[in-house]
């Protein structure tokens, strides 16, 4: 990859944000990569329990690279029209599939955010289940700027954190607020100094690393259909979810290991 890498330390993984000369803002080389990535990583996830997404150098990513609007360079995309028939609704949720799998993948993905957060940037984090904000962050989605709308989930999940009239005043202003408001309005779980953010990450990271696999797949379906379905169907989600928890190795060793007061050791079965 030219725009990314992927770092592995035991079953934590850091996803790093590669283009630190331009803030890491995001091209169509690097959302293809993400998107490629993600396809990997759902297909076979490896030891992979907790996933932290940061920027290289002082941004977490300053959003879309504005030479994406002027060069007319682009990737040449294989599978063009398969998921509509306009080819603008088809580029678009081609590229919404670099994000939509932060969402959906069976292990916990946790921005790390620092310097912007903005746009497309901003963006990625909100895909993620969890959020890190180093204060003096700034953010925001600033697609009004460019006289389009935030497309890669922004109108989606923003308002699932802060509430559809905070989301509209945000993205109808293109306001850009700063993380200590962004962390009073519930835009991101935790605030802490530029200092702390890396070793938050990784402490956030490596404890929920260390919880029963199966489990946490299971909890971040469940917790995700919250959102999305009727409760009805939410509560399905949660007992299927359970069903594979209950017979599982994982299980046993959990009660295992509180019998014997030692730490427990899962292998994802």
Not at 68 to 87: E, H, K, M, Q, Y
Not at 198 to 206: C, I, P, Q, V
């Given at each position: 990859?030219?725009?990314?890498?992927?770092?592995?330390?035991?079953?934590?993984?850091?996803?790093?944000?590669?283009?630190?000369?331009?803030?890491?803002?995001?091209?169509?080389?690097?959302?293809?990569?993400?998107?490629?990535?993600?396809?990997?990583?759902?297909?076979?996830?490896?030891?992979?329990?907790?996933?932290?997404?940061?920027?290289?150098?002082?941004?977490?990513?300053?959003?879309?690279?504005?030479?994406?609007?002027?060069?007319?360079?682009?990737?040449?995309?294989?599978?063009?029209?398969?998921?509509?028939?306009?080819?603008?609704?088809?580029?678009?949720?081609?590229?919404?599939?670099?994000?939509?799998?932060?969402?959906?993948?069976?292990?916990?993905?946790?921005?790390?955010?620092?310097?912007?957060?903005?746009?497309?940037?901003?963006?990625?984090?909100?895909?993620?289940?969890?959020?890190?904000?180093?204060?003096?962050?700034?953010?925001?989605?600033?697609?009004?700027?460019?006289?389009?709308?935030?497309?890669?989930?922004?109108?989606?999940?923003?308002?699932?954190?802060?509430?559809?009239?905070?989301?509209?005043?945000?993205?109808?202003?293109s306001?850009?607020?700063?993380?200590?408001?962004?962390?009073?309005?519930?835009?991101?779980?935790?605030?802490?100094?530029?200092?702390?953010?890396?070793?938050?990450?990784?402490?956030?990271?490596?404890?929920?690393?260390?919880?029963?696999?199966?489990?946490?797949?299971a909890?971040?379906?469940?917790?995700?259909?919250?959102?999305?379905?009727?409760?009805?169907?939410?509560?399905?989600?949660?007992?299927?979810?359970?069903?594979?928890?209950?017979?599982?190795?994982?299980?046993?060793?959990?009660?295992?290991a509180?019998?014997?007061?030692?730490?427990?050791?899962?292998?994802?079965?």
């Amino acid at each position: 990859m030219n725009t990314l890498r992927l770092e592995r330390d035991g079953n934590v993984a850091r996803l790093v944000l590669a283009r630190p000369e331009k803030l890491n803002s995001f091209t169509a080389e690097m959302w293809d990569e993400l998107r490629t990535l993600g396809q990997e990583l759902l297909a076979d996830p490896g030891d992979i329990r907790a996933l932290i997404v940061i920027g290289e150098g002082r941004a977490f990513s300053s959003g879309i690279d504005t030479s994406v609007f002027t060069s007319g360079a682009g990737i040449t995309v294989p599978d063009a029209g398969a998921r509509d028939a306009n080819p603008a609704v088809d580029m678009v949720m081609r590229t919404q599939e670099a994000y939509s799998w932060l969402e959906s993948a069976p292990f916990a993905t946790i921005a790390a955010v620092r310097g912007y957060a903005l746009g497309a940037g901003l963006q990625t984090a909100l895909a993620c289940d969890l959020r890190i904000f180093a204060r003096g962050t700034s953010v925001g989605l600033l697609e009004f700027k460019y006289g389009i709308i935030p497309d890669l989930g922004g109108t989606q999940r923003l308002p699932r954190l802060v509430g559809p009239g905070k989301a509209k005043e945000l993205i109808f202003t293109s306001a850009r607020i700063d993380a200590d408001e962004a962390y009073r309005i519930g835009l991101c779980e935790q605030l802490v100094s530029d200092e702390e953010l890396d070793e938050t990450a990784e402490k956030l990271a490596e404890t929920i690393a260390a919880q029963p696999p199966l489990a946490i797949a299971a909890a971040k379906r469940a917790v995700n259909a919250a959102l999305d379905e009727r409760i009805v169907d939410g509560l399905r989600i949660e007992a299927e979810g359970q069903a594979t928890c209950l017979p599982s190795d994982d299980m046993k060793e959990a009660i295992a290991a509180f019998v014997e007061q030692r730490a427990p050791v899962y292998r994802n079965r």
